[in-house]
């Protein structure tokens, strides 16, 4: 049974079967299409005024096999960017994620309340991954309630979410490593076996099945 590791910036070896990854793709900060699974999105820290034309070009990924899902993209209100110039982009690129019927990969900052708004507001159907949560167990299951999924990283090995990882359904929770090169995606899945007092590979088979039902695999 192998790891997911549902977020991450690595290059796995492509002969890799003991980790399924989804490499995360920038369009709009001149990253380079994987040959390996990846997702493809315009992140709000990076948009600019090429914004058509990397909406073009995710248009064009879209195409390739390999390309599993649109993010990660989101709204973030942490940095300059105002929020009416991260707001169009992130609903074209949920309107192209509901056209292609592909999940979301969702960066969010303080703006859950206008990003489950957007998606309420199209019906968004598909797949929705929170990446990187760390917010408390009551948003926490709140989203859940409305099918989301959440993918914990790394902060969670300081015990700061284990109220979270003890009552959340394994059924909506992926693990990721995201940009850390320091921890391995095994070591999470070890952590949160032992906080929820079952065998790792009991884990393992229900990320799996998470993995199989987001990407349709």
Not at 9 to 17: L, Q, S
Not at 123 to 138: C, I, L, M, P, Q
Request: glycine share 4%; charged share 20%.
């Amino acid at each position: 049974m192998p790891y997911i590791d549902l977020h991450t910036h690595r290059n796995y070896p492509e002969k890799e079967r003991a980790t399924l990854s989804i490499k995360n793709i920038t369009l709009n900060h001149s990253e380079i299409i994987s040959e390996a699974d990846c997702s493809v999105g315009l992140h709000p820290w990076y948009i600019n005024e090429n914004t058509e034309h990397d909406l073009g070009l995710m248009v064009d990924a879209l195409a390739l096999s390999q390309v599993l899902a649109i993010g990660e993209c989101g709204i973030d209100k942490n940095i300059a960017t105002p929020l009416v110039d991260q707001q169009p982009v992130f609903d074209q690129q949920v309107g192209l994620a509901k056209t292609y019927r592909k999940p979301l990969i969702i960066h969010c900052v303080r703006a859950f309340q206008e990003i489950v708004g957007c998606l309420k507001k199209v019906n968004f159907s598909e797949a929705v991954v929170f990446h990187g949560y760390r917010k408390n167990w009551t948003l926490a299951q709140q989203l859940i309630d409305q099918g989301y999924y959440l993918s914990i990283g790394k902060h969670c090995l300081n015990g700061s979410q284990d109220e979270l990882l003890e009552n959340i359904s394994l059924s909506h929770l992926f693990l990721e490593t995201d940009t850390d090169t320091t921890v391995e995606i095994a070591t999470l899945y070890r952590y949160v076996a032992q906080i929820r007092s079952i065998e790792l590979e009991e884990l393992k088979r229900v990320l799996y099945q998470n993995y199989k039902n987001v990407f349709n695999k």
